[in-house]
């Protein structure tokens, strides 16, 4: 019998994972908060041999509320698997190892079949590809019991924005003596780590965000930064650990150089969405991705993007709470949660988050018929073109030429004939920031905002390489 089957895998129930590999693995390592509690794997045969899993079944699981009983449930049968296939004669497919180990069997196992790493649930555990297959469809049957997905969450300019100290500027040197304390996080959200040398600011209502998420979606946090940076930030944004748990993924423990990967993340891809500033970041899985604006605190993140414009602290603002990105996404994740769900059925097979976010999004600017004027280069198509795809997955129709259907015109320069129509017919014209502000802040932005004149303030001539059209 698999290791997988009715596994606790998800939501606090992986958490359960985690504890129950700590307790029936007998490593003799110490938990700590700053590190995976699981020793290193045996260094000689002697140690191996004498490193075998526990044949006992766990007696309880302390239940904490109501909905988490069907994970207590899933921890003792997980426990019972394993001591039912230790016992078997059926040959042990080795579903899962620690340390070149078989959890079930305790046999050697050749490191090429060793499998995936979950290393950010347990140091040294390795799972096969089709037992994550069997436990991500064992978590799919409990999220819809739950009536949760999974979000997974990137930190530095999504949820805050971090900073070495020494790269603050003069101006920003006011910051040091208005940050909060690390002994009480729960209130604050500027902090500065001086064991780390750095300072970060949470991002505006952050944490209601998480507060409301966590009622639809079981979250992770997924970071390029190194895991002592991912669990610091994990302890700033939930200091009781109620949202995250063990699920936070750092570069160390993806499977990707320089990319992050689902592969790593214990949901079915049709129920996981993504929150990140870095489209790139996902080649494989851009349609799970909602792209957030960059939270641009401090003067070096601003540098970091060859932005030229002042941070929100040496301005000494900050985006708005009830109007900022944040607020924006979560109402995006309302929408894509209640779709995913809507009707009260109990098969959701067939439901996939993927083409549910691309209706949700195609909503944002529904009833614009876009063209546009000296923004695209001269030897390219225009279908063809990033701005004219992004456009159109916004629910815009775009054209090539003027009618009197057109709504908007997407200029650079204000001299050409199509601005010059779109004047005297009395239609919208506006630069190309207005798609890529809906894009970003995903809902349709005022027109007034984004007038040719504002290219002209910000400098931001793009004629040289353009064609009149």
Not at 122 to 150: A, P, S
Not at 206 to 219: C, D, G, H, I
């Amino acid at each position: 019998m698999s290791v997988a089957s009715d596994s606790p895998v998800h939501s606090s129930s992986s958490d359960d994972l985690a504890a129950f590999l700590e307790t029936e693995l007998d490593s003799g390592s110490d938990s700590s908060s700053e590190s995976f509690p699981i020793e290193e794997a045996a260094e000689d045969d002697t140690e191996v041999s004498n490193h075998r899993l526990k044949r006992r079944k766990l007696e309880h699981l302390e239940t904490v509320d109501d909905e988490d009983e069907i994970e207590d449930v899933a921890s003792v049968k997980f426990s019972q698997e394993i001591s039912e296939a230790s016992s078997s004669k059926l040959p042990c497919q080795h579903p899962g190892t620690f340390g070149n180990m078989c959890i079930v069997c305790g046999q050697n196992v050749e490191e090429e079949e060793t499998g995936l790493s979950f290393t950010y649930i347990h140091k040294g555990i390795k799972f096969h590809q089709d037992e994550v297959t069997r436990m991500r469809d064992i978590d799919m049957k409990m999220l819809q019991n739950q009536r949760k997905l999974c979000l997974v969450l990137d930190l530095d300019h999504t949820l805050l924005n971090s900073t070495v100290l020494r790269d603050l500027k003069p101006e920003e040197e006011y910051l040091k003596s208005v940050t909060h304390s690390l002994q009480d996080v729960s209130g604050g959200d500027l902090f500065m780590l001086e064991f780390m040398h750095m300072m970060t600011k949470l991002r505006p209502f952050v944490r209601s965000f998480l507060k409301e998420a966590s009622k639809m979606f079981v979250l992770y946090i997924y970071t390029m930064g190194d895991r002592p940076y991912a669990r610091q930030m994990a302890k700033l944004l939930d200091p009781k650990g109620e949202y995250f748990g063990e699920r936070i993924i750092s570069r160390d423990d993806g499977t990707v150089r320089h990319q992050k990967s689902l592969d790593v993340v214990l949901g079915q891809e049709k129920a996981v969405l993504i929150l990140d500033d870095t489209e790139n970041a996902w080649p494989s899985h851009k349609d799970n991705l909602i792209v957030i604006e960059r939270y641009h605190f401090f003067a070096s993140s601003c540098k970091q993007f060859d932005h030229r414009f002042q941070s929100l602290s040496q301005l000494k603002s900050d985006e708005s709470e009830p109007d900022g990105a944040l607020a924006t996404v979560l109402k995006v994740l309302k929408q894509t949660h209640s779709l995913f769900f809507e009707d009260g059925g109990e098969d959701l097979s067939s439901r996939d988050v993927r083409s549910l976010l691309k209706q949700v999004r195609k909503e944002i600017l529904k009833g614009c018929k876009v063209v546009f004027s000296r923004v695209f280069p001269t030897k390219s198509q225009a279908e063809d073109h990033p701005l004219w795809r992004v456009a159109e997955g916004l629910g815009a129709t775009c054209a090539t030429e003027v009618d009197e259907s057109v709504t908007h015109v997407v200029a650079m320069d204000v001299g050409t004939e199509k601005v010059r129509w779109a004047i005297r017919e009395k239609k919208f014209v506006v630069h190309r920031g207005w798609i890529d502000a809906a894009n970003y802040l995903w809902k349709k932005q005022p027109e007034e905002n984004f007038g040719l004149e504002q290219v002209k303030k910000q400098g931001t001539d793009e004629k040289s390489d353009d064609v009149n059209i």
